[in-house]
Every structure is written in structure tokens, then in C-alpha cells.
């Protein structure tokens, strides 16, 4: 355990408390991700700093053209929520593959973002959405493609202090699917998965928007795949095809929980199966 833990009432209260605090700190949101590194003996901040309860970072808001889900907000919380269901389909779908129903009472998006895993179920999801993340340091705020905030395997755009606030999701009418390939059929981690959103017109693809977790460094949006899709009718055909494109666009490695091609051919057969499912 770190030697102190903080926890402000206020984002300002965030700000003004950080100068007297170790630089060797970390933030705590719901601390699956943190708890379990520490009872693993690998986390070594000297400060853990509690947003938790912060009100700026709750709550799920809707505007005319967006749909606004705060950083801490519990998985669980978000698996409830009406709006979510009604304009997020990719991420609703991921919401049972992620971890158990115990961990999403704790667990958040805002977490599972800003920990920088290549293999996470929200994150993955939130990019197939086309989601954008809000950021915040000392009072200052940006906002970028939520794809764009990974680097690599746990590395992140992420300023020093600077938190996640809320993700966007843009309001359209589409289909969202998750499909992953795990060591079970839930609560574990993926070999590969994939997450689609796409909306339809007239049985033709108008906007398809593909994301793969654990086949590359970071939460991969399939930009090649997803382009060719637009104008195209879900045929047979065009599914096949579209499977075959996308395992150019993944770049995954062998490791302990799968080999890398088993990893590429599964992309494919994924893909293929969300899609299809788009047609009943």
C-alpha cells in the first residue's frame, strides 16, 4: 500500500492539494486495475489519490447530439442506464465480457482508459462507438478521438496529472456488436476481440466503425476495414471479404494466453460473426 492516500471533495480541490503531495502518485478510480498490482507486489507510487467520488467526473448526461458518460462512472451503473442502452450498443454489448458482475460495481471506464491496456473490453467498444475523451489539468480541458489517447501497451497521451473526465459518444441510430475469444466464455481476458458499430441505409453500409483489442500495441480502430465497408451491402460476400481485410490490419504477438496467427484467423471469424448478425 502507498504511505498516503488523498481523497479531494472537488476537481479544485484536486488542483490545489497536488503541490504538496509526492510526484511519485498514481489515481484511484474504481482499483481493480491498482489494488491488484499492489497485492502483486509491482505497484510502487508513495501516493494514491482517491477521485472516486468526485462529482465532475459522475454521471451520465445526454444533449441533443451526444451522449456524456463520466470517467467513474460503475460499469454496472452504465449497464442500467437507459441512454446508454438506447445510443451505445457496441459498448452495451461488451459490458458482459467485462471482467465479473462483483469487479463492475468498482470498475470504470475512466480506469480501464487510462490504465492503457491493449486488451480492453470498454475501451475497445468506445472507439468502435467513435467516442471522444474530455481530459482535464488545472483547469484546463481537451478533447480528443478517443483512439488517439493510446501510445502503446500501457502508455497513454496522458499529461503528468492530467485525469480522464468523461467520454462522448455521438447520438446515431446503428447496430453495435462485441464478440471476444477468451481462455472462457466470460469474466476473462481476451485473446482477441472486436467490437462494431455500423449504421444502415436502404440494406447498404453508410458508416461502419471496426476496433480489435489484444492483435496489436494499442486498442486498434481498423481504419482500412472500416472504409471499405461504407457504400457496400452485407452480402455473404462482402462479410468474407471484409473478415480477410481486416487480419492485414492487426499486427498481434504470441504471448502466454495465445499465438499471434491463431490471434489473426480470429479477427477474421469475429468479424464475420458480428457482421452477420447485423442481417437477422
Not at 510526484?23 to 482517491?50: F, K, P
Not at 472504409?227 to 452485407?234: I, N
Request: hydrophobic share 45%.
Amino acid at each position: 500500500m502507498p504511505e498516503i492516500i488523498v481523497k479531494p471533495a472537488t476537481l479544485k480541490e484536486l488542483w490545489k492539494t497536488l503541490p504538496g503531495l509526492s510526484r511519485n502518485r498514481r489515481y484511484l478510480a474504481g482499483g481493480t486495475d491498482i489494488v491488484t498490482a499492489d497485492n502483486a507486489g509491482v505497484e510502487r507510487s508513495e501516493c494514491w489519490i482517491d477521485i472516486s467520488d468526485l462529482p465532475e467526473l459522475g454521471g451520465i448526461k445526454e444533449t441533443a447530439s451526444s451522449i456524456f458518460i463520466g470517467s467513474c462512472v460503475k460499469i454496472s451503473a452504465i449497464e442500467k442506464s437507459a441512454a446508454a442502452r438506447r445510443w451505445c450498443p457496441a459498448l452495451l454489448a461488451a459490458i458482459p465480457h467485462f471482467a465479473s458482475p462483483s469487479l463492475r460495481n468498482m470498475a470504470t471506464l475512466g480506469g480501464n482508459a487510462a490504465n492503457g491496456s491493449p486488451c480492453a473490453d470498454g475501451v475497445t467498444a468506445l472507439v468502435a462507438e467513435g467516442a471522444f475523451v474530455h481530459l482535464a489539468l488545472k483547469g484546463k480541458r481537451r478533447r480528443l478521438p478517443l483512439k488517439d489517447l493510446f501510445l502503446g501497451p500501457k502508455r497513454t497521451a496522458l499529461k503528468k496529472d492530467e485525469i480522464i473526465a468523461a467520454f462522448e459518444i455521438p447520438k446515431r441510430k446503428h447496430l453495435g456488436a462485441y464478440l471476444k475469444i477468451g481462455p472462457r466464455a466470460y469474466f476473462g481476458i481476451s485473446k482477441a476481440a472486436v467490437a462494431v458499430s455500423v449504421e444502415l441505409s436502404g440494406g447498404a453500409v453508410k458508416l461502419a466503425c471496426i476496433a480489435l483489442g489484444s492483435v496489436a500495441p494499442v486498442p486498434l480502430y481498423a481504419v482500412k476495414t472500416s472504409a471499405w465497408l461504407a457504400g457496400k451491402k452485407l452480402s455473404p460476400e462482402v462479410i468474407r471479404d471484409a473478415a480477410a481485410l481486416v487480419k492485414a490490419e492487426v499486427s498481434p504477438i504470441t504471448d502466454a494466453r495465445s499465438a499471434a496467427d491463431y490471434r489473426r484467423e480470429m479477427c477474421g471469424v469475429l468479424l464475420e460473426r458480428a457482421l452477420d448478425s447485423f442481417q437477422s
